[in-house]
């Protein structure tokens, strides 16, 4: 090769998509720049990880395994599936996901790999480069990840902690120009563990595309089988359908193996399972509500439903501690407890709890904190006496 060749190839730099360049993810960008360096005396306990496996306290029932095993020793699902999901797969979700008088059929079903495909698939197929889409604010961070990647704005709206964190109606009404494609609702929320109530919800006038999947409910996020239920009211999402299936020939359907068993999964796993599994997460979300209502500084709303629950910093109460970043490092240098700061979720002066920890390390989590906030707790120290999460009223409700 002659030298003239070689230095051709060292100036090659190939550079990478617009659309690469526009995909962000807050919450790697916060958490990836934390000092998270835990007291060695202590062992670390993660309050921030959003993935019911991590602990192994909470294992699914031998039925659920079964069933993929089942199909994996019949061997009739080792090839390319259809992109939208095996027909009786697809009708399984229509009648999982039916209430009376709203009786849907395998054509309202588009099965993806994940919950966060099906969010992708949706925002793709509702909205333009240009246009906007309004999501909750606090709100988990893959729908502005997802949307800006393509070009599309996000618009937050208010969710209002003193109410349970209901939608600020107002503040979401006024966000809306012709540029709107559509409003992204979750229920129940991650990270607040609200539950809105049917008063709250959108009118049953407007069709809605809802995302679900096998991850919370079923415990079994790594699987990766979500599902898209079209709610088409007044026949208005023809053009969308036809989207839906053009889109998900992108990347020919999610796994076959879980899609094929999914039938039996959905309609044979025990009632049992699903009670104990909220019994558990409702006895967690209890004991830190009423351990950390007690904690001077901090201002915790209590959960309704999903596994998590937000708690407010008191952050003039703090001195010395900037911000809920700050406050979160510090909390795992000194007592080994990571919890995650809500400016992830564009929300500065809160953090995250996860609910589905072992119960003993509920107990172990809220001492330490508990002790963190005796250490570093000043009130004569705060601006004018309060913050705005004073203002925050103990929720009530229960999963």
Not at 42 to 68: Q, R, W
Not at 289 to 299: D, F, H, Q, T
């Amino acid at each position: 090769m002659s030298s003239k060749s070689k230095k051709m190839r060292m100036n090659w730099e190939v550079p990478a998509s617009k659309m690469s360049h526009q995909t962000f993810n807050p919450i790697r960008n916060i958490v990836d720049t934390m000092k998270l360096t835990p007291n060695p005396d202590k062992e670390m306990i993660a309050l921030s990880i959003g993935d019911p496996t991590v602990f192994n306290n909470l294992p699914i029932p031998e039925h659920i395994n079964k069933c993929v095993v089942d199909k994996i020793h019949g061997q009739k699902h080792n090839g390319y599936n259809p992109s939208i999901g095996y027909e009786d797969s697809r009708a399984a979700v229509a009648k999982y996901s039916s209430t009376p008088g709203k009786e849907l059929t395998a054509k309202d079903v588009v099965l993806t790999g994940g919950c966060s495909m099906a969010l992708d698939l949706c925002i793709c197929v509702l909205a333009n480069p240009g246009q906007n889409i309004l999501v909750p604010m606090p709100g988990f961070s893959i729908y502005k990840t997802l949307a800006e990647s393509h070009g599309i704005q996000v618009k937050h709206y208010n969710l209002r902690p003193e109410k349970n964190w209901e939608v600020d109606l107002d503040h979401l009404e006024s966000l809306i120009d012709d540029k709107t494609a559509t409003i992204l609702i979750n229920n129940p929320s991650n990270p607040c563990g609200s539950v809105f109530s049917r008063n709250h919800l959108l009118s049953n006038d407007v069709p809605i595309l809802s995302c679900s999947g096998l991850t919370k409910r079923f415990l079994v996020p790594g699987w990766r089988l979500g599902w898209i239920v079209i709610n088409d009211r007044h026949d208005t999402f023809t053009e969308v359908r036809a989207g839906l299936v053009r889109l998900s020939q992108r990347l020919l359907g999610p796994n076959s193996i879980v899609q094929a068993a999914l039938p039996e999964i959905l309609s044979a796993t025990p009632e049992h399972f699903f009670d104990e599994t909220v019994q558990y997460v409702e006895e967690n979300a209890r004991n830190f509500y009423n351990r950390i209502s007690k904690v001077p500084g901090l201002r915790p709303v209590e959960p309704q439903g999903a596994m998590y629950m937000m708690i407010g910093i008191d952050i003039d109460c703090f001195p010395g501690i900037k911000d809920d970043v700050d406050f979160t490092e510090r909390m795992v240098k000194e007592q080994s407890v990571f919890c995650l700061p809500a400016q992830c979720f564009q929300f500065p002066n809160f953090f995250r709890v996860v609910l589905t920890i072992p119960k003993a390390k509920v107990s172990t989590a809220c001492e330490r904190i508990e002790e963190f906030c005796k250490k570093h707790y000043c009130p004569s120290k705060a601006t004018n006496g309060s913050t705005g999460s004073d203002k925050l009223t103990n929720g009530s409700g229960s999963h």
